[in-house]
């Protein structure tokens, strides 16, 4: 006989549903921080403990929350965003479903603060299964919305596990972070680790787009960088315009870093990725991936923004036909850059000397002029703090060096043993021979010295 169909009590169907909105840490970051956006925050802050699974919190300076509205805030399907559905033709926000706070709390503990313009007080409240777990409590509060979330994945046992089997999340909830801050370049995102006081983004909010990519991924990435800018204006039926940054052929990575933006999404596009990687492994000599940013835009009304859980990506009028004029772009910017290739060339002998310098001479003590406790610091990061020094101040130096020639005397010891066990008639008594190039290892100037030791 047939099983019997049941209904499954509504528990559950959240908690099925809340573990495809939030299948990682990360993805509870992207929502949180799409909200914050959302909400017209200019300052975004992300703290996370232990790869996000103790702890995630997010915040924000935007609009806040009503008082009015927290006992439905983390509901399923409660939103500001959408009303009807032929709203989601149009939609311009990051969030749509009012499913991704509601389905934080189903599988973890939600604590939110948040004060609204001209209230004198914030409150705070905390959310269990959709549903508040005490009344509002007023609060101090700064301007906008604090969400935390503690202990994801409690009641998934399943999930919990793998998550710490694997690796930490926290590079992920990085490179989120980092990515957000390339395309939102007036939004100033911080991230960093619970009680690290350094932050591991730190966007700083700019007007220019290069700053903000030189902020986040270094100087020597935006050093490699072309503009590149892309539009389909002609054609009647649409209006598809796309611009960023792609990397040159003097740029070297072993992996492809591709920051999408459709509709000031970020979304994945595989087959828009093998395109342009293919143009670049066709074009440059050198098997260097690409390093791409691309905001692309387009009627809102040809992008489907809900056809994944976690709105990882979006659909496409003409997809074909946008990733063709895009490959062509890149393919004629590589052409043109690839004839006026500039190899970096490296002053090595200078920094090779630097570098002996601060090696050899950590530590050094160095007695203030005031005549304080003397303290231990490289002679790399010394500065002459008085006038009546003189430059440099070589005694200093000299220190160093003179333990350099202690070392350097072992090594010309060890030098002849190993001479003589190669070549044994070597080894006779050649005992003024040795004695020779003692003296005049001693007797070098102590720039050939540091040298010599290196070689
Ligand atoms: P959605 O973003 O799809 O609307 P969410 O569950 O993410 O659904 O959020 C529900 C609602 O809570 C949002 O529509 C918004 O009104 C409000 N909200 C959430 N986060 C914030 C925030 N950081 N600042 C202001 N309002 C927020
Ligand atoms: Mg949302």
Same mark, same amino acid.
Request: glycine share 8%; charged share 25%.
């Given at each position: 006989a047939p099983p019997r169909i049941r209904r499954l009590e509504e528990s559950v169907v959240n908690r099925i549903a809340a573990g495809e909105v939030i299948?990682?840490?990360?993805?509870?970051?992207?929502?949180?921080?799409?909200?914050?956006?959302?909400?017209?925050?200019?300052?975004?802050?992300?703290?996370?403990?232990?790869?996000?699974?103790?702890?995630?919190?997010?915040?924000?300076?935007?609009?806040?929350?009503?008082?009015?509205?927290?006992?439905? #805030?983390?509901?399923?399907?409660?939103?500001?965003?959408?009303?009807?559905?032929?709203?989601?033709?149009?939609?311009?926000?990051?969030?749509?479903?009012?499913?991704? #706070?509601?389905?934080?709390?189903?599988?973890?503990?939600?604590t939110v603060t948040t004060i609204t313009e001209g209230q004198l007080h914030?409150?705070?409240?905390?959310?269990?299964?959709?549903?508040?777990?005490n009344d509002p409590k007023p609060c101090a509060a700064v301007?906008?919305?604090?969400?935390?979330?503690?202990?994801?994945?409690y009641n998934m046992v399943a999930r919990r596990k793998t998550l710490q089997n694997s690796n930490d999340d926290y590079p992920k909830i990085v490179d989120f972070i980092s990515r957000f801050a390339v395309h939102h370049i007036n939004v100033n995102f911080s991230c960093?680790?619970?009680?690290?006081?350094?932050?591991?983004?730190?966007?700083?909010s700019t007007s220019s787009r290069l700053?903000?990519?030189?902020?986040?991924?270094?100087?020597?990435?935006?050093?490699?960088?072309?503009?590149?800018?892309?539009?389909?204006?002609?054609?009647?039926?649409e209006i598809f315009k796309m611009d960023g940054f792609i990397s040159n052929a003097n740029y070297v990575a072993k992996k492809t870093t591709m920051i999408l933006f459709i509709n000031d999404r970020l979304v994945d596009c595989t087959s828009l990725k093998r395109a342009t990687e293919f143009v670049y492994s066709a074009i440059l000599p050198q098997a260097s991936k690409?390093?791409?940013?691309?905001?692309?835009?387009?009627?809102?009304?040809?992008?489907?923004?809900?056809?994944?859980?976690?709105?990882?990506?979006?659909?496409?009028?003409?997809?074909?036909?946008?990733?063709e004029k895009i490959k062509d772009a890149i393919e004629?910017?590589?052409?043109?850059?690839?004839?006026?290739?500039?190899?970096?060339?490296?002053?090595?002998?200078?920094?090779?000397?630097?570098?002996?310098?601060?090696?050899?001479?950590?530590?050094?003590?160095?007695?203030?002029?005031?005549?304080?406790k003397s303290q231990?610091?490289?002679?790399?990061?010394?500065?002459?703090?008085?006038?009546?020094?003189?430059?440099?101040?070589?005694?200093?130096?000299?220190?160093?060096?003179?333990?350099?020639?202690e070392k350097k005397s072992g090594l010309v010891a060890v030098r002849n043993i190993v001479r003589s066990r190669r070549n044994p008639k070597d080894a006779g008594d050649l005992s003024s021979r040795h004695e020779l190039v003692t003296e005049i290892d001693y007797n070098l100037h102590p720039g050939e010295l540091i040298l010599t030791c290196d070689v």
């Open positions: 299948q990682r840490p990360s993805s509870a970051v992207k929502e949180l921080v799409e909200n914050s956006i959302d909400a017209g925050a200019s300052t975004v802050s992300v703290t996370v403990k232990d790869g996000g699974l103790k702890l995630i919190q997010v915040s924000d300076d935007g609009h806040g929350i009503r008082c009015e509205d927290l006992p439905i #805030l983390c509901e399923r399907h409660t939103t500001s965003k959408l009303s009807a559905y032929e709203d989601l033709q149009t939609i311009k926000s990051m969030g749509f479903r009012g499913e991704a #706070l509601a389905s934080m709390t189903y599988v973890g503990h939600v914030g409150y705070r409240v905390s959310y269990r299964d959709g549903v508040m777990e301007k906008g919305t604090q969400v935390m979330v503690e202990n994801l994945f960093r680790k619970h009680g690290a006081n350094r932050a591991d983004v730190h966007s700083g700053d903000a990519i030189r902020n986040v991924y270094g100087a020597s990435v935006v050093r490699d960088l072309m503009e590149i800018q892309v539009s389909d204006e002609n054609a009647v039926d690409p390093f791409i940013y691309m905001s692309i835009n387009l009627p809102p009304e040809h992008v489907d923004v809900n056809i994944h859980p976690t709105k990882k990506e979006v659909s496409l009028l003409n997809q074909e036909r946008i990733i004629e910017k590589l052409m043109n850059c690839n004839n006026t290739r500039i190899f970096q060339t490296q002053a090595l002998n200078s920094s090779a000397l630097t570098q002996a310098n601060t090696r050899k001479d950590k530590g050094t003590e160095v007695s203030t002029p005031t005549g304080e231990k610091i490289p002679v790399s990061q010394m500065v002459r703090t008085d006038p009546r020094d003189p430059s440099g101040r070589l005694h200093t130096y000299w220190q160093g060096q003179t333990s350099n020639l």
